[in-house]
């Protein structure tokens, strides 16, 4: 389950995601850096519950290297997205 916990309208918004075997938080921040250009930062931070939570966070930590390079790929493309829309 997935609930906004804060929303700072011009600058951000922080999710909390929780389900039975981890909990997350998600803070995604925009920072104005011109008129043209605007700084998206993610951070996600999660905590396993279960046994079974901590075997997998354990092998996503053996490939954190590939794995960050795979999330900035993915929010990357999300800002390329959103900035096409924007500018048609």
Same mark, same amino acid.
């Given at each position: &389950?997935?609930?906004?916990?804060?929303? *700072?309208?011009?600058?951000?918004?922080?999710?909390? +995601?929780?389900?039975? $075997?981890? *909990?997350? /938080? &998600?803070?995604?921040?925009?920072?104005?850096? $011109? !008129?043209? !250009? /605007?700084?998206?930062?993610?951070?996600?931070?999660?905590?396993?519950?279960?046994?079974?939570?901590?075997?997998?966070?354990?092998?996503?930590?053996?490939? !954190?290297?590939?794995?960050?390079?795979?999330?900035? /790929?993915? +929010?990357?493309?999300?800002?390329? *997205?959103?900035? /096409? !829309?924007?500018?048609?």
């Amino acid at each position: &389950m997935a609930e906004i916990i804060e929303v *700072d309208k011009p600058n951000g918004l922080t999710f909390e +995601v929780t389900s039975k $075997s981890a *909990d997350a /938080t &998600m803070v995604i921040e925009l920072v104005a850096l $011109s !008129r043209a !250009r /605007t700084r998206l930062n993610v951070k996600a931070v999660a905590k396993a519950k279960t046994i079974p939570a901590k075997l997998l966070f354990q092998s996503v930590r053996f490939t !954190r290297q590939k794995n960050q390079d795979r999330f900035k /790929t993915i +929010v990357s493309g999300f800002a390329k *997205d959103v900035e /096409t !829309r924007y500018f048609g």
